[in-house]
């Protein structure tokens, strides 16, 4: 299983970034998909969730109203459209699937810390992204 983020970069706050993560070897229908992120010198957080059973979607309280996830079965790809960008949305950002029937978006937004590398089964290699002006 390979899980491929981009569209990671600079953007000054206020700005938009749009996040893919490609995955192959894994059909994402069925699975729990998200994103997390790490800021420098803190813990993974988990940032948005869709759950596997109806698609509901979880977000954590720092960027409620201003991140959507989203996924395309049929392309495979899980996606996390990101506007007003703040400084502190600075961090890598991962995306994950877990397939295990014990894991639930609760437990991954907001989840207990640590969330790596157990929280999910499997996880991209992160895509940087920076909001400085």
């Known amino acids: 299983v390979q899980l491929q983020a981009s569209g990671g970069g600079l953007v000054q706050p206020g700005g938009s970034l749009r996040l893919s993560c490609a995955v192959s070897r894994l059909t994402l229908d069925g699975y729990v998909t998200a994103w997390l992120r790490q800021a420098p010198g803190k813990e993974h957080e988990g940032v948005s969730c869709i759950s596997r059973h109806d698609g509901s979607t979880f977000y954590a309280d720092s960027v409620k109203g201003r991140f959507t996830i989203s996924k395309d079965n049929a392309k495979n790809t899980l996606y996390l459209q990101m506007n007003s960008l703040k400084p502190e949305d600075t961090a890598v950002y991962y995306c994950?699937?877990?397939?295990?029937?014990?894991?639930?978006?609760?437990?991954?937004?907001?989840?207990?810390?640590?969330?790596?590398?157990?929280?999910?089964?499997?996880w991209g290699k992160g895509t940087q992204v920076t909001v400085s002006s």
């Open positions: 994950a699937v877990g397939r295990r029937s014990s894991i639930a978006c609760p437990a991954v937004v907001p989840g207990t810390s640590p969330l790596y590398p157990h929280a999910m089964d499997h």
